[in-house]
């Protein structure tokens, strides 16, 4: 599977929108872009995935670059509960292991 | 519930013991993988079943460690002699061939961890 690269960290304004941005430059087109993230000690949670659409549910919006090289995740009026490390992982949807990398650490300031 | 159960959630135990851990998935996924997670890193590739047949193993799981899904519900996973090095979390997750959408998909879902301290 592809890898991926995000930054390490990020810092927004609580009711601002969080933009996390996760570039994978090999990912193959059979690979689909899964976002989670794991809020300190609990289990990682599912956020979205998409192929090559854009794809927004009641969490966030995806946004794949046409090439498929990038997406950014979007948390449109973040909150304090979003604090939390956001993995982006790509995958085929063939019951694949998932690579998750180090994430993002999301600090949502008040 | 009906999301991924593991049990214990904390697990403290002496080096050189076996401890086994349980995962119970959703009951209709018929994937189940296990990952472990130490501090400050993202959760990585143990092990890979598809109902009852373990498809894969990464190279991180060690003949000390045996994972089962006997009849493709839930799994154990056993690690024997257990070292210092071993203290993570445990986490398992599971998913089926379709996902919330209802187009093929492989999002998993995890369930809280075990934590184990070898001390």
């Known amino acids: 599977d592809a890898k991926t690269t995000q930054p390490t960290s990020m810092d927004c304004a609580e009711g601002r929108a969080a933009n996390l941005p996760c570039n994978h430059s090999t990912i193959s087109g059979n690979e689909y872009v899964y976002w989670y993230r794991q809020i300190h000690s609990q289990g990682p949670q599912y956020i979205i995935h998409?192929?090559?659409n854009n794809e927004t549910n009641e969490m966030a919006s995806l946004i794949i670059t046409e090439d498929r090289k990038s997406s950014t995740l979007i948390l449109p009026h973040a909150t304090l509960r979003d604090t939390a490390v956001y993995y982006c992982i790509v995958s085929r949807v063939t019951g694949n292991q998932f690579y998750f990398g180090t994430g993002t650490s999301l600090t949502v300031i008040p | 519930d009906t999301g991924v159960s593991q049990d214990p959630r904390h697990k403290i135990t002496k080096r050189g013991q076996n401890v086994t851990f349980r995962c119970d998935p959703i009951s209709e996924h018929n994937r189940l993988y296990w990952y472990r997670q130490t501090l400050g890193q993202g959760p990585e590739f143990l092990t890979y079943?598809?109902?009852?047949?373990?498809?894969?193993k990464s190279r991180l799981l060690s003949d000390r460690f045996s994972a089962e899904r006997p009849k493709g519900s839930f799994s154990t996973l056993e690690i024997q002699r257990t070292e210092q090095g071993d203290s993570a979390m445990y986490l398992c997750?599971?998913?089926?061939?379709?996902?919330?959408?209802?187009?093929?998909?492989?999002?998993?879902?995890f369930g809280p961890g075990t934590r184990l301290t070898v001390l």
């Open positions: 997750a599971s998913s089926s061939r379709f996902g919330l959408a209802g187009g093929p998909s492989n999002e998993q879902f």
């Open positions: 079943f598809q109902n009852e047949a373990q498809l894969e």
């Open positions: 998409g192929l090559k």
